[in-house]
């Protein structure tokens, strides 16, 4: 059993009206289009406040180095060195000599760091002259 809800009739209508005004000019269209020169014509070289400016303010990022204690570490383009060979899958791998870290008392473990960071400064130290001398280098070469 059908049973029909609505039946929908579709009529269009076929006849269109075009209105057109015929609008004089103001009389202040000189000072109107100075107006709008002023206004848009310079947003190129900069931008003009909006009635709600929206305060931009830059974000403020935390110190990396504060927060860890040491020094940022700088951005990696390349290794200078190529990486060592991977061992086997089936290598033994002998224990570390170094104490695990519960049996550390507070004093060797700030002494260690203070030895870690002394060396990563000075490996910077080294990165950054080496960085120098090939600069030189290909300077010269030019």
Do not use: W
């Not at 929908?8 to 006849?15: A, L, P, Y």
């Not at 260690?112 to 300077?139: D, G, N, P």
């Amino acid at each position: 059993m059908t049973i029909k809800v609505f039946d929908t009739v579709d009529e269009t209508r076929t006849t269109t009206q075009k209105i057109t005004y015929d609008l004089s000019p103001p009389t202040h269209i000189k000072s109107i289009k100075n107006a709008i020169v002023q206004r848009y014509g310079s947003r190129g070289s900069k931008r003009k406040l909006s009635y709600h400016p929206v305060i931009q303010r830059p974000l403020k990022k935390k110190p990396t180095h504060d927060i860890n204690g040491g020094l940022p570490s700088p951005p990696v383009e390349r290794a200078l060195t190529p990486p060592p060979p991977a061992p086997p899958a089936n290598a033994h791998r002998p224990r570390s000599t170094c104490p695990s870290s519960s049996s550390l008392t507070v004093s060797e473990i700030t002494t260690k760091l203070e030895q870690l960071k002394q060396e990563k400064h000075r490996l910077f130290q080294l990165i950054k002259r080496l960085v120098q001398e090939e600069a030189k280098q290909q300077e010269q070469m030019r």
